[in-house]
């Protein structure tokens, strides 16, 4: 049984993706990342000398700002700003600069659905642009669970607003970890088969939660290739300029 999208796509089917890095000079790394008509920029100042209070003076410390297209920040948007900020602390090696501060600001430029995983896309790819150290890329997505049982990924607005429930899912790209092989794994599971950020809205069974699981990892290599295509062609064009 096949959902009625009114774009046309499949039910697994991606949004046209986009991504450009170093496109802030003041900013020490930048990106932005398009899926679809949703658009986010990402910014990123530092290592600056100084941890933020209460955080652990032997590593480094990520904050993250979100700015809206418009209006002020209101509690869903503190609420990715927490999301995220965890998010990237999980992938980043913090004890490689300890008592400093790296600072992300994310800028909504256009919301069409998935805001928070192509938020975190944009960041990972600006981190990369900062040099920060990572233990490896992540990419998120976004799947819905619609009213009729079928899992859709990657939505737009209307069909988030539409949907019984969704995940915004973050999974470990490891294939191009900067770690040695030895430490792609946690208690013997190679890392890959893991999963970093799972926020959940509504209501979804258990089996429901695991196919959206099955679904994002799926797509999940997609977005890595999409990746791994862009740092490679950016990285010619880089050389080719110098």
Not at 174 to 187: A, C, I, M, R, Y
Request: glycine share 6%; proline share 5%; charged share 20%.
């Amino acid at each position: 049984m096949e959902v009625d999208r009114e774009d046309g796509r499949s039910q697994n089917q991606l949004r046209p993706l986009a991504c450009s890095r170093n496109i802030l000079h003041r900013a020490h790394g930048s990106a932005s990342w398009s899926q679809g008509d949703t658009k986010v920029l990402a910014a990123v100042y530092g290592p600056k000398a100084g941890t933020k209070k209460n955080e652990n003076p032997e590593k480094a410390c990520i904050e993250v700002i979100w700015k809206p297209k418009t209006g002020q920040i209101g509690k869903l948007e503190k609420e990715y700003e927490m999301i995220l900020k965890r998010t990237l602390q999980s992938i980043c090696i913090l004890t490689v600069n300890p008592n400093t501060t790296t600072s992300v600001i994310i800028q909504v430029v256009n919301d069409d659905g998935a805001l928070l995983p192509s938020a975190i896309n944009a960041a990972c790819m600006a981190l990369v642009d900062a040099g920060i150290p990572m233990r490896h890329l992540a990419v998120s997505i976004c799947c819905c669970v619609a009213r009729s049982g079928l899992v859709i990924l990657d939505p737009t607005k209307l069909e988030e607003q539409n949907m019984k429930a969704f995940a915004y899912l973050v999974f470990p790209n490891s294939v191009h970890s900067v770690l040695p092989e030895g430490s792609l794994s946690v208690q013997g599971e190679p890392i890959e088969n893991g999963i970093i950020t799972s926020v959940t809205h509504g209501v979804m069974s258990v089996d429901d939660y695991f196919y959206c699981l099955e679904r994002g990892r799926a797509a999940s290599t997609k977005l890595s290739d999409f990746l791994r295509r862009n740092l490679q062609q950016q990285s010619t064009d880089s050389s080719k300029a110098g």
